[in-house]
């Protein structure tokens, strides 16, 4: 899948200079004057990385951010300024910028903040694909398939599980097995891995 560039800048003539240099390298380029018009236009699951500018008119760089980040979008943000600002800096750093440039600034250090801002991209796209995958998984599991689900990766054994739900330890092997199953997994090491990365509160193993 392709990557864009979303240059988000009031300064015409900046908006212009950056697309012909990016153009010319090869990548697809869209243009926007403010924060409001890159926001009116979004689009879920855009691929990239957004050049955007601190100091603007109306929504400034900062606050897009954090609408941005509010949103849980996946586009880095590279800012862009003709103000060496060191707080403002940190600020955006702190929030998840993956880098700050003082115009004027060198093709390379941009070209090259831009490769790391796509590969990040690249990244938490596929970390997010491997998400939904396993929260995909988790949805047809039968209630009672959660239920052993949960307490197998706190560490239970088959015996503990069969007194907390009150079923044979037959049973709970039984359902054990279908839930390694349907999650794809071989091992209780996996499946605590993939409860991990879904994000899957583990209860306490307390009986």
Do not use: W
């Not at 240099?21 to 926007?32: A, E, M, R, S």
């Not at 957004?50 to 849980?72: A, F, T, W």
């Not at 996946?74 to 800096?89: A, E, N, Q, R």
């Not at 991209?121 to 939904?132: D, E, H, L, S």
């Amino acid at each position: 899948m392709e990557e864009t560039i979303y240059i988000v800048d009031d300064d015409l003539s900046v908006r212009k200079g950056l697309s012909r240099l990016l153009n010319t390298i090869g990548f697809n380029v869209q243009l926007f004057s403010s924060a409001h018009d890159f926001l009116k236009h979004r689009q879920k699951d855009q691929n990239g990385c957004i050049l955007l500018d601190v100091r603007m008119p109306g929504m400034n760089g900062l606050d897009m951010q954090e609408r941005l980040n509010k949103s849980e979008c996946s586009l880095p943000i590279i800012f862009i300024t003709g103000h060496g600002d060191v707080p403002m800096s940190v600020q955006a750093m702190k929030k998840g910028a993956v880098n700050f440039l003082t115009k004027p600034f060198d093709e390379q250090h941009l070209l090259a903040a831009i490769k790391e801002a796509i590969e990040k991209n690249r990244q938490k796209r596929i970390q997010y694909g491997n998400v939904r995958t396993i929260r995909n998984r988790l949805k047809i599991l039968t209630s009672r398939e959660h239920e052993v689900f949960l307490l197998v990766i706190t560490g239970m054994l088959n015996k503990q599980i069969a007194s907390k739900l009150g079923i044979s330890e037959k049973t709970v092997k039984i359902h054990r097995g279908r839930v390694m199953k349907k999650m794809q997994v071989t091992s209780i090491a996996n499946l605590v891995h993939l409860a991990q990365q879904a994000n899957v509160t583990i209860p306490s193993a307390s009986i």
